[in-house]
């Protein structure tokens, strides 16, 4: 997720190219939000507001003023990390995230679903990027 922003100036980054709020400084907000629900949230059983997650995903995609290529990539390595030691306290794969929405699921499930989707934000956030950078050259 981490190279769709890769040679992105912030005004690129945040550079919107369809209709939605999709833009890639978005795409790797909304990544770490997602690390953030599935890890932190699900399995080990903190809150969103704890955390000062929006409680509706499509809020995860809000930038503000604040945001730009450097904050969002080290909130982006920083939940990955974290994600990393939360997932290695599981005895397995079939450990079960008890703190979900959807009722308990498995570490298993989650690595699966998180593949999926971030696969699909990260060929979104390629095709922006290099969009973004033809238009500029």
């Known amino acids: 997720m981490a ?13 919107r190219l ?25 399995l080990a059983g903190r809150t969103r507001a704890e955390l000062g997650l929006p409680e ?12 730009t290529v450097a904050s969002v990539l ?3 390595r920083t939940a990955c990390a974290e994600a990393v ?3 290695a ?4 794969l079939d450990d079960l995230a008890r703190h979900n929405r959807r009722g ?7 690595y699966a679903h998180l593949v999926r989707e971030l696969a699909r934000h990260a060929g979104h956030g390629d095709i922006l990027r290099e969009q973004i950078l033809a238009a500029d050259a």
């Open 3 to 15: 190279g769709v922003l890769e040679g992105l100036s912030d005004e690129q980054a945040r550079r």
């Open 18 to 42: 369809v209709p939605s709020l999709t833009c890639p400084l978005a795409i790797v907000k909304h990544a770490t939000f997602v690390e953030q629900v599935w890890f932190h949230v699900s």
């Open 56 to 67: 509706a995903a499509e809020d995860s995609w809000v930038l503000t003023d604040d945001d």
């Open 74 to 76: 080290a909130a982006y």
């Open 85 to 87: 030691e939360i997932a």
């Open 89 to 92: 306290g599981c005895a397995s």
């Open 104 to 110: 308990p699921l498995t570490l298993r499930w989650i």
